[in-house]
């Protein structure tokens, strides 16, 4: 067991250590681990570069792993590059995550990145999760395949929440949005979070409702963070809610900034990204919720690609061409509609 950490952490600094930076995708200010984060568990799984600016996670038989921010926000972007394990990966959860569900264990708030291991041969998907004031049984889960390899290279991932709107990124992409509104009540999160990454076993559940399970002959199971992002109104966690002024500039910089502002060119990328690779949407899934939750935008022509069940009728397939692997990008003017 020591000897596979050791082969593991040196491979890792050999990583880093001949690794050409990426670019960051928007303009924020990257940190370094201990500049916003602390180990959370997996003792002996959590492995630091030399610099102190990557961090991988370790999931083995004894142990999966996580970390967690030094402080709570009320509000902000967060944001990390991820590399995924590779192989067979069934049962392996991967997530990147906002929680107060140590302080408020009935009443929590939740925004979630899952990303769901797979057999061999199968590509990983990622599920989003929005849960406010203890709405866990009322989930708002959206699940997606993604049109590259997130186990080859590093792809950035990121949760914009605002008062007023939440949005998902891969890369630049916005994936997904959610508006808030006064029909959700309380089911919109409101209170101060704090930042997670963990990698744990979800066999119960994650591959195929847990018909697949860990395989640990291929342990150790890593999960690479980069291009660490907190950006947001930092609370007292004595405090808990702040008053009323306290993020009073803190949320108009985050509301100016270009991440939170969705021009039509990046609602294009995403209504196209949501077209080629959702698989499964709760806003679609009459079954469950014979009445459409409040938050849901209804689009007739992506709803029509859905059972009643919520899943897709297309699965995505493979596209082979030079283009293969990019995102609908908001940026690129040779993908881009008349706006």
């Not at 990257?30 to 959590?46: K, R, V």
């Not at 049962?91 to 906002?98: K, L, N, P, R, W």
């Not at 009445?291 to 009728?313: A, H, Y």
Request: with cysteine; charged share 25%.
């Amino acid at each position: 067991m020591a000897i596979s950490r050791f082969l593991t952490a040196l491979v890792f600094f050999f990583h880093v250590a001949t690794a050409t930076a990426t670019a960051s995708v928007f303009n924020v200010t990257t940190l370094a681990f201990d500049e916003g984060y602390s180990h959370l568990f997996g003792e002996g799984n959590l492995v630091r570069s030399p610099d102190g600016r990557t961090v991988r996670l370790l999931l083995n038989r004894y142990s999966g792993a996580g970390f967690i921010s030094s402080d709570l926000y009320n509000h902000g972007f967060f944001s990390a590059s991820i590399k995924l394990p590779s192989d067979y990966t069934a049962g392996v959860v991967v997530a990147f995550y906002t929680s107060n569900g140590d302080i408020f264990p009935k009443t929590h708030d939740e925004l979630d990145f899952e990303f769901l291991g797979n057999i061999r041969g199968e590509k990983w998907r990622i599920q989003t999760n929005v849960y406010g004031n203890g709405s866990i049984g009322r989930g708002r889960e959206e699940r997606y395949i993604l049109p590259f390899d997130p186990t080859k290279e590093a792809h950035r991932y990121s949760i914009l929440w605002t008062a007023t709107h939440i949005i998902f990124y891969v890369d630049h992409t916005p994936i997904r949005e959610v508006v808030r509104s006064d029909a959700m009540g309380g089911e919109y999160p409101s209170k101060p979070m704090s930042v997670y990454a963990t990698i744990w076993d979800g066999s119960t559940w994650a591959t195929a409702g847990g018909a697949y399970k860990i395989k640990y002959k291929y342990a150790p199971f890593v999960a690479e963070f980069s291009d660490l992002v907190l950006r947001g109104c930092r609370v007292d966690p004595i405090q808990q809610r702040p008053s009323t002024d306290h993020c009073t500039d803190a949320d108009a910089e985050l509301m100016a900034a270009d991440f939170a502002i969705m021009t039509p060119r990046k609602r294009a990328a995403m209504r196209r990204f949501r077209e080629r690779y959702m698989i499964y949407s709760v806003c679609y899934d009459t079954l469950r919720y014979p009445n459409t939750l409040p938050d849901c935008t209804i689009v007739p022509s992506e709803q029509e690609r859905f059972w009643e069940s919520g899943s897709t009728k297309f699965p995505p397939r493979r596209r082979r061409s030079r283009r293969q692997g990019r995102l609908p990008s908001a940026s690129d003017p040779t993908n881009q509609p008349d706006v």
